[in-house]
């Protein structure tokens, strides 16, 4: 916004096969201040009249053109770097044209938005980039009307020289961005499923150990039936333990008494006043927290279930 006279600016970016350029989505930048009812073709999808930017070749159009007049000749921004590919470079020489005189060329292929920019009375330049691996042309438009001395003052040049580092690095860091963001959820994903599957083994272990016990207690039951006593000794035996129950719950109850006394006293607490009761915004927010941690717990395990099947849910005590 800083440029004097800039009114819009777009960006066009070489693509990896080098046979084309195109402008990616969201691309462009307007001065509010400047916007116009001639701007809503070149930036509103929605417009009747909405010129598409399409794909251009070096050459083609004014990104094309620009693009094409720089040669591969660029100014270095930053030093110090050790690959080449890292080096933001951005063109040497800046040179403003009107635009219109370039629509109305015979020897220019016809291009819809090359001829309205024409109609919209506006001086161009452009400004190559190449940052990491990255390569385009960032486009400047000002008005015809803007004094030309001011447009090419030492000072504006710079600053769009920077401006154009600024945008190519940003774009250019879109990709190594997304890589990371992928690389990131991949990690996560196989970190969740690990965990699944540690506690779907954990599961089948118990199920396991469960089916043996129960299998353990069957056997002894059939072998106690087996080995069942006659009915005299039944008897006695029966007599054996009521004996054994009297003596044990006469010596318990001394024990019992005296447990019974020590908890009486240490329940008599220690002379001092309770801790206070929570407050309403206490107890509201313990709630609040409580209700959003278990939504959120549940939200998962449902998204869990919904992507990777019931035995990826979480087990819900």
């Not at 220690?270 to 929570?278: E, G, H, K, L």
Request: some cysteine; charged content about 20%; glycine content about 8%.
């Amino acid at each position: 916004r800083w440029a004097y006279g800039v009114v819009f600016v777009e960006l066009w970016v070489l693509d990896d096969t080098g046979s084309h350029l195109f402008r990616p989505e969201g691309g462009w930048s307007i001065e509010p201040s400047a916007y116009e009812s001639k701007f809503v073709p070149l930036t509103d999808p929605l417009s009747v009249d909405y010129l598409p930017p399409d794909e251009l070749a070096p050459g083609e159009g004014l990104p094309g053109m620009i693009f094409s007049t720089a040669g591969g000749h660029y100014h270095v921004i930053s030093r110090g770097v050790a690959n080449d590919d890292m080096l933001t470079r951005c063109g040497n020489k800046i040179t403003w044209h009107l635009v219109k005189p370039i629509a109305d060329d015979p020897d220019q292929p016809y291009n819809p938005r090359l001829k309205h920019l024409g109609e919209c009375r506006l001086a161009a330049a452009g400004v190559t980039f190449k940052v990491g691996g990255k390569r385009g042309v960032v486009m400047y438009f000002a008005r015809e009307s803007s004094d030309r001395n001011k447009l090419e003052d030492s000072l504006n040049i710079d600053y769009m020289k920077h401006a154009t580092m600024l945008i190519g690095s940003a774009y250019a860091h879109r990709a190594h961005r997304e890589n990371v963001r992928e690389a990131r959820e991949h990690v996560a994903e196989n970190g969740w499923k690990c965990l699944k599957s540690e506690v779907l083994r954990i599961h089948r272990a118990g199920e396991c150990l469960a089916e043996h016990v129960k299998e353990q207690s069957q056997m002894k039951l059939h072998r106690s039936e087996e080995l069942l006593p006659s009915t005299f000794e039944s008897a006695s035996s029966e007599h054996t333990r009521r004996n054994s129950l009297a003596i044990s719950i006469c010596t318990a109850v001394p024990t019992i008494r005296h447990n019974i006394k020590k908890f009486m006293k240490k329940w008599l607490g220690a002379n001092v006043s309770p801790p206070p009761n929570f407050n309403w915004s206490e107890s509201g927010w313990t709630f609040v927290g409580c209700f959003l941690t278990l939504t959120i717990l549940s939200n998962i395990n449902n998204a869990l279930g919904s992507t990777y099947g019931p035995d990826y849910q979480i087990v819900m005590g």
